[in-house]
């Protein structure tokens, strides 16, 4: 036996022997690519400290993956399919093992963030080829199965970055969550060549580049405007970057409508099942990736944890995915996809309304039932719909579809950090404004105290330690008169470091619930919509045997 798969799979006899190993490897460079941007969500303070990053370096560290990761999908996932899906995944990992490298060794806000950027081209090449690659390794009647369980590992990446960066940061710097990804990456490779077969689209014409270069012109456009606009204000870029979308996006559909051979059939979008499939998937993960930026900041601020404390209370959310999971493959096949995606919507609706009970008495146990809640309709409502996706493209645009699926996971998660998080901002900075109102604070505290729950908490030990300082100097002080002042200010700005903390503490667990509360409407009117789009009747297109599809030509990688 060779120790490098070379034999394309389309010209396998009967369905690949090593699939399922093959799907290991698949899961794990999926894996890494969802956890780069979980695990940063708690490594984010420690980098703020060490390299002095503004609140918009942050914010740019964290979407400078997004940007290129969403822009690139489609046209990437279709020269995947012309030329290489593996070839394309093996490219994809050298890139983002390349890119963790340049952020291991980073020492400014800029290098940073160009890291970050190279990263999110690798992802944007492994995302594509990880479901193309799934589709045409496994037979249809085994497909569902494989990519619930490829969605399984998208919800375990999700509470497992936590933990991970956690892990690491309890004897290592920030740094140390870049460079993990190198071996990781590493033994994906040496696993693509030993156990993933090549693959290619058998007939393919030519790239249509126009299309897919408008396609990365807007939705990149589309991304920046949805990170700008929310968290920087709605200046001259925002604006600038809303007009190339929409310019962008029509030139796109008029094209690709014209275009003989388009990289995407946008008439695809009229069927009730791909277009309900897709706004399904958005709209879960706006609410999965919002809910998720702020939990992770309640339970690390607020109620106080530790980076590895936080990883290792998400984890009922991914036991929570595995088990919908399990669930959603033995319902779907009886009840209908409708039901099961219907049913996983109504769940998300149900955790981000029991998000709204939070307020500032309330402890680790009562995010426990979102949580799971949460973690179980993510398992039953994206495993359908990704299945569905992929089934309505054939074997020649496997990658374009795993594109287009992960383009709209990835849209909905942008928005949902965007929005959720700019309105989890604004109100808690009113509700801190409010608590605050009629204090000695000054005006510049304040305002620094409400640009965020970590600014807020700073603040609040800033006059802690001014409180110590005046308590040290008061147990110094040879007159008992002064000792007598200085303890009575030492007191009073404790005092004052109490009701700030407590201030901020409340402020922000309000901001949770409001915006929780707006999730939870979003997601149930977007719930209504999907199960009107989703057809009560599937019909299931026959998959061509393995046998009888016709050899690739020749070159896969």
């Not at 719930?527 to 989703?534: D, K, S």
Request: charged share 15%; aromatic share 8%.
């Amino acid at each position: 036996m060779r120790l490098v798969v070379t034999e394309p799979v389309e010209r396998t006899e009967g369905p690949y022997r090593r699939r399922w190993w093959a799907l290991l490897v698949l899961c794990l460079s999926l894996l890494i690519i969802v956890m780069a941007n979980t695990a940063l969500t708690v490594a984010a303070p420690d980098m703020t400290r060490d390299l002095g990053l503004s609140s918009a370096d942050l914010q740019w560290v964290i979407d400078g993956y997004t940007v290129p990761y969403a822009a690139l999908m489609l046209l990437l996932g279709a020269i995947g399919d012309k030329y290489s899906r593996r070839g394309a995944l093996i490219l994809g990992l050298v890139v983002f093992g390349g890119g963790a490298v340049a952020g291991y060794l980073a020492d400014s806000s800029t290098a940073v963030i160009a890291a970050r950027a190279v990263m999110g081209v690798g992802a944007a090449l492994i995302m594509p080829a990880t479901l193309s690659l799934l589709a045409a390794t496994f037979p249809r009647a085994e497909r569902a199965k494989a990519i619930t369980l490829w969605t399984a590992t998208a919800g375990l990446a999700i509470a497992a970055g936590p933990l991970v960066a956690g892990a690491l940061l309890e004897n290592h710097g920030w740094s140390s969550t870049f460079l993990i990804n190198v071996p990781v990456a590493a033994l994906a490779v040496v696993g693509t060549l030993v156990l993933v077969p090549p693959s290619r689209a058998a007939h393919h014409d030519r790239i249509d580049y126009v299309g897919g270069l408008l396609s990365v012109a807007w939705i990149g456009a589309l991304v920046y405007m949805i990170i700008e606009g929310p968290h920087f204000g709605w200046n001259g870029k925002a604006i600038g970057a809303a007009a190339v979308a929409g310019v962008g996006l029509v030139a796109f559909v008029l094209w690709e409508l014209r275009h003989p051979r388009p990289v995407l059939d946008v008439r695809r979008f009229t069927g009730r099942r791909f277009a309900g499939s897709n706004l399904a998937v958005a709209l879960f993960f706006l609410a999965v990736f919002g809910a998720f930026y702020y939990l992770t900041q309640h339970l690390q601020f607020v109620l106080g944890y530790d980076a590895l404390d936080t990883g290792l209370r998400m984890l009922p959310l991914a036991g929570a995915v595995f088990v919908g999971s399990a669930l959603t493959g033995y319902l779907t096949p009886r009840v209908g996809m409708k039901w099961t995606v219907s049913a996983g919507m109504v769940g998300g609706t149900a955790a981000l309304a029991l998000l709204t009970r939070v307020d500032a008495g309330s402890s680790y146990g009562d995010f426990v039932p979102p949580l799971v809640v949460l973690g179980l309709a993510i398992g039953l409502a994206l495993s359908p719909c990704t299945d569905a996706i992929m089934g309505s493209f054939p074997e020649s645009e496997l990658g374009v579809g795993g594109a287009v699926n992960d383009t709209s996971l990835e849209l909905g998660g942008s928005l949902g950090i965007a929005i959720l998080g700019s309105l989890l901002g604004t109100s808690y900075s009113d509700h801190l404004a409010d608590a605050t109102q009629g204090g000695k604070l000054p005006a510049s505290a304040l305002s620094t105290a409400q640009d965020s729950v970590g600014a807020g908490y700073a603040v609040a030990q800033g006059i802690g330690d001014k409180a110590r300082q005046a308590a040290e100097q008061a147990a110094q002080a040879g007159d008992p008169q002064q000792a007598a002042q200085l303890k009575a200010q030492a007191d009073q700005l404790a005092q004052g470091a109490r009701q700030m903390a407590d201030a901020v503490g409340s402020s922000f667990s309000d901001a949770v619930a409001h915006t929780s509360l707006v999730g939870a409407v979003v997601l149930g009117a977007g719930t209504v919509i999907v199960a009107l789009l989703l057809p009560r009747k599937e019909r299931v297109r026959a998959e061509e045997p393995v046998e009888a599809r016709e050899p690739e030509l020749s070159g896969a990688l």
